[in-house]
C-alpha cells in the first residue's frame, strides 16, 4: 500500500497539470518559465538576463546585430542543439534545464560550455528581435517566446518600475 502511494507520487509530472485544473488543462509556457526560474538559477544565468533586460529597454535592439559565427554554430551542433529560430518551445526548456544542471555541476568544462550556449542564445534571440522575427518560417519554432520568458523571469529588472529605481 505505501509502495504504490510512494509510487505514484514518484511517477507525477509536475509540470504537466496543476492541482486546480481540469483534466484538459495543461500549464501555459509563461508557468514553466516561473518554475524554471525557482529552480537554483546560476548566477551567470542572472547576469545574462539582466544584461539582456537593460539593453533591450534602453536599445530596443534597432541595431542589427550579427548572426552567430560558424564556431558557435559548431558548439550547438556538438551538444546537438539547434539553432534558435528552428528550436520548438519544449525543446528550449529542455535545453534551459539541462543548462542549468550544467551550471551548477562541479565540471569546469560542462559549465562553461553551459555559458557560452547561453551566450549565443541571446545572441540569437537578440538577432531575432532586431529583425524582428523575419527568420522564422513556422509558427511551430517559437523556442524563442520561452528563452524570452525564462531571461525575464530570472532578472532583476523584468519590469519597467524597477529599471526606474535601479537607474536613479
Known sequence: MLDDTIEIKSNFD???KSVFSS?????????????LAKNTVPASHRRVADNYLIVKKIFKFQACLSRISNVE???????DFNTLEFTTMKQMYNELTLL????????????????????????ELK????????????EIYNGYKALQQYLKEISRFQTVQNMRVFCR
Open 100 to 123: 542549468q544542471k550544467w551550471s551548477v555541476s562541479g565540471n569546469n568544462e560542462e559549465k562553461e560550455a553551459a555559458d557560452n550556449i547561453l551566450l549565443i542564445r541571446v545572441k
Open 23 to 35: 483534466a484538459d488543462d495543461t500549464f501555459t509556457s509563461r508557468s514553466i518559465a516561473a518554475l
Open 14 to 16: 509536475i509540470t504537466s
Open 127 to 138: 538577432f531575432l528581435e532586431s529583425s524582428s522575427y523575419a527568420s522564422i518560417s513556422n
Open 73 to 79: 554554430k559548431a558548439l550547438l551542433e556538438k551538444y
